[in-house]
């Protein structure tokens, strides 16, 4: 795996010695390798403008979403994927472009279609019936107009290592291919003339290591294009395929280059268009993980240290399930060093856990390190994606701060939340008129 390290053993990210970002801003710390972002957006635009494909990069902010991440994601002229009012405001601040935004989402909530008509975003992923019902009084109220991609769930399962389509698909996102529902959407918002349909979009997983799954639900989506076409009229001037490439965690991931996405995807799109004779579509994309995955370590400082004999040895960090849930929330495997000792030999194997109150609160359950001991700089890698993003105030603990590292730089762009923090959504249940704040919203 990528290491930078210096002649003194440290580990750099970005060129700079992790222990000089812990000391500078305390740990736990979340620090990206800001070039590290760069490559991973380039590796997909520049593969769609080098193969001439019109196409939209949308980098779903769920992943990692803070107004310094949005103003690199434009700047690198990607799109963006926005799941809520908060993810939404946070690009508007970020000065992100209003027509590059798409909304997501599974049970929209009518403040957040009325937030995306009113900001003119540049389309809704359209999802189920009651959002259709919902857009359509918001569009009509506002007298306004919005492009729209239909979401289907193609029927695509992963079989270990192979994906094969299986008519139909259990998922709460999305229209039904095979059962009729979609083009019952689809005729629905098509007679709509506050509606454009601009195409349709299909998500079909996370941490996804081959094309195979991408290619069949783009011939899955070809088909239903091909049919509308026919029936309809139709024809969609896009083809989103979402998200879901895959990245190295450990040792044991074994991704593609993310341009090889992107080849597969475009020579697949190419060749159902002349099979069809269909007219090429844009493609559109939604990497999240792949974006930033990859870019982001978390630094944490060790503390206690249990050797269990015959069993195992823990190692706490001042951290865990508030700054990284992954672990406990879907036994995600991560890799980890001691920073400040990369010349030793990792000869001993511990079990890294978090502090929380939470015997689940543990982020490594078998990793090699040096002999790990109190004040220890510890690195976890490839954090991120959905750690900030998921990070969570459990035992009343602060979020972690953010740093971005560029150019031999580093700079704070969010702040550590401290405990005086913690309680500013509180108000006191005996001392009322002490309380600053509006019980009535009108
Ligand atoms: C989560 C999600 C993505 C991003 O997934 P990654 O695995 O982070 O690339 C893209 N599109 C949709 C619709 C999603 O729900």
């Known amino acids: 795996m990528r290491r930078e390290i210096n002649d003194q053993g440290k580990l750099l990210i970005g060129g700079i010695p992790a222990s000089v970002i812990a000391e500078t801003y305390g740990t736990p710390v979340y620090v990206y390798d800001v070039a590290r972002i760069r490559q991973n957006a380039r590796a997909f635009v520049q593969t769609f403008k080098k193969h001439n494909i019109p196409a939209q990069v949308a980098y779903a902010s769920k992943a990692f979403s803070s107004i310094a991440m949005l103003e690199v994601a434009n700047q690198e002229g990607l799109s963006l994927d926005v799941?809520?009012?908060?993810?939404?405001?946070?690009?508007?601040?970020?000065?992100?472009?209003?027509?590059?935004?798409?909304?997501?989402?599974?049970?929209?909530?009518?403040?957040?279609?009325?937030?995306?008509?009113?900001y003119n975003i540049g389309c809704v992923v359209v999802d189920n019936f009651y959002e259709i019902a919902l857009l359509t009084d918001v569009l009509a109220e506002k007298e306004k107009s919005m492009d729209v991609l239909l979401r289907v769930t193609p029927g695509i399962e992963a079989h270990t290592h192979d994906y094969i389509l299986t008519g139909q698909e259990d998922s709460k996102f999305g229209f039904d291919l095979s059962s009729g529902q979609a083009e019952k959407a689809f005729q629905l918002l098509n007679a709509n003339d506050q509606v454009t349909v601009k195409g349709l979009h299909c998500h079909i997983g996370s941490q996804i290591f081959e094309t195979s799954g991408f290619t069949l639900a783009t011939q899955k989506l070809f088909e239903t294009m091909k049919d509308w076409r026919e029936r309809f009229n139709y024809n969609a001037d896009v083809l989103n395929l979402g998200g879901g490439f895959g990245i190295q965690y450990t040792e044991e991931d074994d991704p593609l280059e993310l341009d090889q996405y992107a080849i597969a995807l475009i020579d697949e799109v190419k060749l159902q268009s002349e099979k069809l004779n269909y007219p090429m579509p844009e493609i559109w994309i939604e990497p999240g993980r792949a974006i930033v995955g990859d870019a982001g370590v978390t630094l944490y400082t060790m503390g206690s240290i249990k050797e269990i004999p015959g069993v195992r040895t823990y190692a706490s960090v001042d951290g865990g399930m508030t700054d990284n849930i992954r672990p406990a929330l879907y036994q995600a495997k991560y890799d980890a060093v001691l920073a400040d000792k990369m010349h030793q030999p990792a000869e001993k194997e511990y079990a890294i856990a978090g502090k929380c109150c939470e015997s689940g609160d543990m982020l490594l359950w078998d990793v090699k390190l040096p002999n790990v001991e109190p004040h220890d700089l510890m690195a976890v890698f490839s954090t991120g994606a959905y750690g900030y993003a998921m990070a969570n105030n459990y035992n009343r603990f602060g979020k972690a701060a953010v740093v971005f590292v560029e150019n031999g730089e580093h700079q704070l762009v969010v702040r550590r939340e401290d405990f005086e923090e913690i309680t500013r959504l509180d108000l006191s249940y005996t001392k009322q008129e002490e309380n600053n704040y509006e019980t009535s919203n009108d």
């Open 83 to 118: 799941v809520s009012e908060g993810e939404l405001h946070t690009a508007i601040r970020a000065g992100f472009p209003v027509e590059k935004i798409h909304m997501h989402g599974n049970n929209k909530s009518l403040a957040e279609l009325q937030m995306a008509v009113e």
